[in-house]
């Protein structure tokens, strides 16, 4: 493919357009090709284009440059539709933990399993489907990239709602080759991330497999030796004097957290600041004193800093009161124009990338929408085999599969009887009256955020 069009709908979003901007200019297979930037924000989505066309200008490349609050305006003959927006998410979050936390239920991130990933579904799948409708209608051959959380429970609801879409999901949790590079660093491999050869990630057999955000390392040998529990050994030095992290909910107590999964089911889970929300055992309803305390409630307060950092480096560069050149400095490549540029360049890179499951974990159903290593090309993503997963985070990964069902299909059918199954088979959900509870207040609170078919 030359000359790739792409679009990106939510260009001011906190942890992607920048680096979109950064791949798009610097990597020689799409700097030939079109960016288009659209966010319904007229002022954010100014700043995202002057940014774009000043580092564009800078480095003296063809990348054509288009920009709207109408997605409409840019979908015709895109190539790759990346969907990164998000409907005041910092706001609603915190709202969904603290509504939940009222009822027994605990969460970090709020964003993907529990009420705070149910109803971040029912604020934004509406909207993927509204723009799957005019990628349909515009641009209909077009790869359809999900980074909106809950990835995974969008990721499948495109795939069963949308079938005709060409489709997947993303998470830059496991951006490959730094995944790989990080796990040998804590298998004693080598030092530095750096100091990983292509000769030994030919003989690292690292096999890493389940739902987003709840993904497990099932495997991990060197040249034909386990060095997992090398790996465990790492962690168990770094848990020992571990204490909260002063603000961040999501990274406290998390070598610890680690450790404990590990040292009950036998394999290491890969993205802790998410799974220890999805598992049970730091709800706080325990009567047994623990060494790791309940989780640490997620605080929007502690995200709203971030965001506005983000935009004072914006502006700083736009107006010139920092130089352009810093923003090659500052930034690297994203993982979806990653894989974008893997795609149309036959560049044979693997990636993580949430899809369908067609038999990588031997012990789960096909349709099971995970995060699985995958070789892609521009007919898309194919999962390398993992193998089976292990009795016990099985089970834990199906209830995960059957809420995402469930919250998919309640959003897509607006029932509130499958709204109401789903809270109740989600992991996170301790009584039948305080999940009820929860829907209610959480309808009440976030009634501008959602469809008015909730309400009738």
Partial sequence: MQ?????VIG???????????????????????????????AERLDKMARLAAMVIEHNNVPLKLEASTDRRDVLPDSDFVVLSFADRSVKF??????????????????????????FRTMREFPVILQCADDIDDLCPDAWTINYVNPTAVHGLGLRRFAPQRKSFALCDGQHMPYCKQHWAVRAGLVDRREDFTPEMDAKFDLRIAGVNHFTWMVKAEYDGRDVMPDIAADIAKNAANETAAAGDSKASFHDSSMLALYEAFGCIPTCTGHTKEYVRFWQGHGTTKETIPPLAIWNPDDRYPLHDAMWKQVDELVSGQTPIEKFDEW???????????TMVADLRKPFYINTANDGAVTNLPDDAFL??????????????PVGPMPLGVRGMQQLVL???ELTAEAVATRSHD??????????????????????RELLDAERDALPPCWFE
């Fill in 11 to 41: 260009a001011g979003s906190l942890f992607f357009g920048r680096q979109a901007i950064w791949q798009m200019v610097h990597s020689p297979h799409l700097h030939t090709g079109t960016l288009a930037l659209v966010d319904t924000d």
């Fill in 418 to 439: 499958l709204l109401r199954r789903a809270m109740l088979t989600d992991p996170l959900a301790n009584a039948i009256g305080d999940s009820d509870a929860i829907i």
């Fill in 371 to 384: 995060e699985l290593l995958c070789d892609v090309d521009i007919d898309g993503p194919r999962p390398r």
């Fill in 331 to 341: 930034f690297g490549p994203d993982m979806a124009t990653d894989i974008i540029e």
């Fill in 402 to 404: 059957d809420t995402h």
């Fill in 3 to 7: 000359n790739p069009k792409v679009v």
């Fill in 93 to 118: 979050r915190g709202i969904d933990c603290q509504v939940s936390e009222k009822y027994g239920i605990r969460m970090c991130s709020g964003d993907t399993v529990g009420p705070g990933g149910i």
